[in-house]
């Protein structure tokens, strides 16, 4: 059951990611640097402006009436009643300058993850394998996306790492030391 459970939570996740990304939920990354000469993809997937998101985060769509929107932030409306009328929809910023897009390279590297356990979930005879490289390989790519991430950053001992820094080094410990664990035991069993 673990191991079906450690590529269920990659294929979830990756679909969680991707509403982070059309909702613009603010899991979004810090500001892009600019584009390299040799990227070939589209600029979307360097940089994102998220506009729409639902933070309403970063500054005012550049259709909407800025006039009516600084009149009712006077009258200390809500956020979202200053933009439907000032915009004619609920949620009416973008971010500027834009940032890494981050849920996107999650979906992506999730999926990858999922894909790569299931070609090899029959190369793996010793039940619970596939779940502690799952936690090896989540913990790693949870790690290197934390670094591009807009979190706030705790010390301890030293490091200034995220909340998800943290719990990632966790992760790969927990996925080394059950595979080391389920390995040692199947060796001493003989079989």
Not at 11 to 16: E, Q
Request: with cysteine; aromatic share 16%; glycine share 10%.
């Amino acid at each position: 059951m673990m191991d079906i459970g450690g590529m269920g939570i990659l294929l979830g996740y990756a679909v969680g990611r991707m509403g982070c990304q059309f909702s613009g939920d603010g899991d979004w990354g810090i500001v892009a640097a600019a584009q390299p000469s040799w990227w070939f993809l589209p600029d979307w997937l360097w940089s994102y402006n998220y506009p729409n998101n639902v933070n309403n985060d970063g500054v005012l769509l550049s259709h909407c009436n800025a006039d009516i929107y600084q009149e009712l932030m006077s009258k200390r409306l809500q956020m979202e009643d200053r933009c439907v009328e000032a915009c004619g929809i609920r949620y009416c910023h973008e971010l500027d300058p834009k940032v890494y897009p981050t849920p996107i390279y999650e979906t992506v590297l999730s999926l990858i993850g999922f894909g790569l356990l299931y070609v090899w979930r029959r190369k793996f005879i010793i039940p619970g394998t596939i779940f502690f490289l799952y936690m090896i390989y989540n913990g790693v790519e949870r790690f290197f996306i934390e670094k591009i991430r807009v979190n706030e950053k705790y010390e301890l001992l030293g490091l200034h790492w995220t909340q998800a820094q943290y719990l990632s080094i966790l992760f790969v410990l927990i996925g080394i030391a059950g595979l080391f664990y389920i390995y040692r035991s199947r060796s001493a069993k003989g079989t």
